[in-house]
């Protein structure tokens, strides 16, 4: 047990649905993180939160959608993903976002899109 | 854009031997740090190193960070079984922009 929490595990979703990825951390940190990982791809860092605030988002297409709503959680809202968008989807928080700190990380959802 | 590459990708070993992935990034890093993933598992901390030529040891393994801060290293003496999974260094450049390795899956053969 991390301290980092995501929900859900698993997740299937077609095209035109519309979902939500839910990460909560129990640490006191102040900065959170969005990751894809794909099969045989490095991590790729999507979003980073500090103290609420989006401080970086990597190029990501805009059918992903963040919010932090405070600093101990983060969402990722989904909709009309690609099926190329299947991966699994890792939620990091640290002390803050520095890059000088450790990150702890939750244990994924993995998402298959249809 | 910045890259951090390892190499090699992929490692397979017999149980007993040792085993070492390189790290190496296009830009000067201002700390270095591995994480650990088991097959299905996350990414978990391993150590961090910050200091130019920096080696710390854990147990069986051995960190080291280069004297221009750009490439790093990771070795294994004498693997198990347990050391199975993929092994990512990690750490932000000068901007405080956070990267991952491309990681270095290690397999141990009993």
């Known amino acids: 047990e991390t301290g980092v929490t995501q929900t859900p595990r698993h997740l299937v979703m077609g095209m035109t649905n519309k979902k939500s990825l839910k990460c909560e951390q129990h640490?006191?940190?102040?900065?959170m993180y969005w990751y894809k990982q794909s099969a045989k791809k490095p991590l790729e860092l999507m979003f980073v939160?500090?103290?609420?605030?989006?401080?970086e988002n990597n190029s990501v297409p805009s059918r992903f959608s963040p919010e932090c709503p405070n600093s101990s959680h983060l969402f990722l809202h989904l909709h009309t993903l690609q099926p190329e968008d299947s991966a699994l989807y890792l939620c990091?928080?640290?002390?803050?976002?520095?890059?000088?700190?450790?990150?702890?990380f939750g244990a994924g959802t993995r998402l298959s899109v249809l | 854009g910045q890259q951090v590459m390892q190499i090699p990708q992929y490692q397979h070993v017999q149980e007993g031997e040792d085993f070492t992935t390189y790290c190496n990034s296009s830009?000067?890093?201002?700390?270095i740090q591995w994480y650990k993933q088991r097959p299905g598992g996350h990414p978990v901390f391993l150590i961090q190193?910050?200091?130019?030529?920096e080696v710390k040891k854990q147990k069986r393994l051995t960190f080291q960070f280069g004297e221009a801060k750009k490439n790093s290293s990771l070795h294994i003496t004498a693997t198990q079984t347990t050391d199975v999974g993929t092994y990512f260094c990690?750490?932000?450049?000068?901007?405080?922009?956070?990267?991952f390795g491309t990681g270095t899956s290690l397999t141990v053969i009993p």
């Open positions: 990091a928080s640290s002390q803050d976002s520095s890059g000088r700190n450790i990150q702890y």
């Open positions: 640490l006191g940190h102040n900065a």
């Open positions: 939160y500090s103290l609420e605030e989006r401080v």
């Open positions: 830009t000067t890093l201002s700390n």
């Open positions: 190193l910050v200091k130019s030529g």
């Open positions: 990690a750490g932000p450049n000068t901007g405080n922009q956070f990267y």
